[in-house]
């Protein structure tokens, strides 16, 4: 049963039971907010770009807010998912940094330490930077990136040098 098929069984259902008018109306009101089908098929607001085939030739990333080669697109039966290798490779690196830096948040002992404080604002840096499009634009998540990666690397002591 589809979602289409079960609104319109528990609208039938629903009128069958005996209750007042407004218990109904509040019921049915209930069903269409969380269960009416939305209209579908809408139109991209920036469509991929297909050839004579209809083939994809360049799609739009959401993060760089530019259309790509269909080869620089990560892409799935045929379809683009909406961003380029190189974003999601650092969006990707960025939630690795975010785990290190949360396993390192909690290995502290003192979760109230100025370190603890850095670490909570660079946790939050990362997580809201790797979704803006333009930090991913102006490479300032390359560079957050960077900087954050130089400090996670583990300390080399004298007898590893």
């Known amino acids: 049963m589809n979602k289409t098929e079960l609104y319109n069984k528990m609208i039938e259902d629903v009128a069958e039971i005996k ?13 269409d907010t969380n269960m009416k089908p ?14 004579e085939a209809g083939e994809i030739v360049e799609a739009y990333c959401r993060y760089e807010e530019a259309y ?47 370190e603890a404080k850095e670490i909570k604002v660079t946790i939050k840096e990362l997580k809201e930077c ?17 900087t954050v990666e130089e400090t996670t690397k583990p300390v080399k002591t004298e007898k590893e040098a």
Not at 19 to 31: D, P
Not at 38 to 51: V, Y
Not at 130 to 146: D, I, K, V
Request: net charge positive; proline share 4%.
């Open 19 to 31: 209750m007042s008018k407004a218990a109904m109306e509040q019921l049915i009101t209930i069903i």
């Open 38 to 51: 939305k209209a579908g098929g809408g139109s991209s607001k920036n469509p991929a770009i297909l050839d």
């Open 68 to 114: 790509f080669p269909a080869e620089d697109m990560v892409m799935s039966k045929g379809k683009s998912k909406g961003y380029s290798r190189v974003a999601i490779g650092r969006w990707n690196k960025a939630q690795r940094l975010v785990k290190k830096m949360t396993e390192k948040y909690m290995d502290l002992a003192d979760p109230m330490s100025d």
């Open 130 to 146: 790797s979704l803006s499009p333009s930090c991913h634009q102006n490479g300032s998540l390359a560079t957050l990136l960077e």
